[in-house]
């Protein structure tokens, strides 16, 4: 089972993000019978059954073991992943492009840098696991909390004087068999705890 599974199929993106089938998903991380989980929800067998199916042909749940009970089949089902994000690009040429954004100060661009980001590792990491190869990433993830909006600007010209000098350090166009990749800085002010859709702080 992956840890993560990225969404790039628009109908693949249909049937997981349907309010019944999402909620399939989360009960089904642990292998789990259709009898198991219709009680678990409340549905019937029969409706828990269909909706499995819907799953399963979108590569989502997966069997993992068969019984026989008499003259029946009970068919043990978990997710194929611990998680799944749906990828912007299943929207086509209306997904976020930061392409198209001109304000590289802006909130949208951010969001946008962050769309290009889940679409491209995600088309890596699916084809790296297709290949039997390990994708070789970086991240970097922290908090800080500044002082006043001055302190905030020094940090960010600081920073982006050390990042530039870095890359001038490491960079090499002609390096024989060297691979580009893609760095992104991001800051953004760090939601309240249980106020992740209340108005943000703009100062």
């Excluded at 000098?165 to 953004?188: C, F, T």
């Amino acid at each position: 089972m992956l840890d993560v599974s990225v969404i790039d199929d628009p109908a693949t993106a249909l049937v997981a993000i349907d309010p019944v089938r999402s909620r399939l998903l989360s009960e089904i991380r642990e292998p789990t019978s259709a009898a198991t989980l219709a009680q678990r929800v409340g549905m019937s067998r029969q409706k828990v059954n269909y909706h499995l199916r819907a799953l399963e042909s979108h590569g989502l749940v997966e069997v993992v073991e068969t019984k026989k009970w008499g003259g029946l089949t009970e068919r043990q089902l978990v997710t194929t992943a611990t998680s799944f994000v749906v990828s912007p690009g299943v929207l086509g040429s209306v997904a976020a492009d930061p392409e198209r954004e001109l304000d590289r100060l802006s909130a949208s661009y951010l969001i946008a840098l962050a769309a290009r980001a889940v679409r491209e590792v995600g088309d890596l990491f699916r084809r790296a696991g297709e290949a039997g190869k390990h994708l070789a990433t970086l991240s970097v993830d922290t908090v800080v909390r500044f002082r006043s909006a001055k302190d905030r600007a020094a940090f960010s010209r600081e920073l982006t004087e050390e990042i530039n000098r870095l890359v001038a350090k490491y960079h090499d166009d002609s390096a024989p068999g060297g691979r580009s990749h893609r760095l992104m800085l991001m800051a953004h002010p760090l939601p309240a705890p249980g106020a992740e859709r209340a108005h943000p702080e703009t100062n």
